[in-house]
């Protein structure tokens, strides 16, 4: 073997033996311009379908089922995003153009969701994701009054948004997190008649598991309605 040829397999070698196989290189991070691009996608290039207020909605004919599978895969990007997204998300919170299919999880009932409405359900997913629906006794659920809603209360209008947004950039998701439930839980104490003790513990507990863990917690589903485009 040459001597340059036995240099190059020992520098080949070198990166195996000190860290194991070598490691895949992670995508660059998006730029501004990138993410606005994405939040973009969430307009739907197709005629908005009609809906009621029942399990039934009515495509038009010529709508493109792969076209709006696009804009689902947009949400899903930003929501991947996390606060990245954020400002750019704030920005199209009135946008009214149509975006997406979804379905009532407990109706059952079928609407169309503008932009800004899918914008608002990616940030309040992530700010709030155990949602604003309160514990009640075992059968009793639904008679409870709702729980207190930070994104509503802090994030409702595009300027109150925007506003929240320059005291909060600076923050991780998972401290976002925390000073929501924080404020939630002191909302309730206001209120202890209105709320159950299986509340208060579920959200204790969840600001227990949040403050030990070492990111934030996982997107929920803040209105509890799916996204429906329609499968291959």
């Known amino acids: 073997m040459s001597r340059i040829v036995a240099i190059a397999a020992i520098s080949l070698l070198v990166p195996i033996l000190a860290g194991g196989a070598a490691q895949t290189p992670k995508d660059p991070e998006p730029t501004d311009a990138e993410i606005k691009a994405i939040v973009e996608q969430l307009v739907n290039p197709n005629p908005r379908p009609e809906t009621a207020k029942e399990p039934r909605i009515r495509y038009p004919k010529d709508f493109d089922h792969e076209k709006e599978r696009k804009v689902d895969a947009a949400r899903r990007k930003l929501l991947d995003l996390g606060v990245r997204a954020f400002p750019h998300l704030f920005d199209r919170w009135d946008d009214d153009r149509y975006s997406l299919v979804t379905q009532n999880g407990t109706s059952g009932a079928f609407d169309t969701w503008d932009v800004g409405l899918v914008a608002h359900w990616i940030v309040f997913s992530q700010v709030q994701p155990y949602g604003y629906w309160a514990a009640g006794k075992k059968g009793d659920q ?9 994104p509503h209360e802090f994030l409702g209008s595009k300027k109150d948004a925007l506003g929240w947004w320059e005291k909060n950039k600076d923050k991780s998701l998972q401290r976002i997190q925390l000073d929501a439930i924080d404020w939630v839980i002191a909302e309730e104490a206001k209120k202890p008649k209105n709320y159950i003790d299986n509340e208060r513990n579920l959200l204790g507990e969840i600001r227990a598991d949040l403050t030990k863990s070492s990111k934030a917690m996982s997107p929920g589903n803040y209105y509890g309605s799916q ?3 329609k499968k291959k």
């Open 227 to 229: 996204f429906l485009p």
């Open 142 to 150: 639904f008679n409870v009054p709702n729980r207190p809603s930070y």
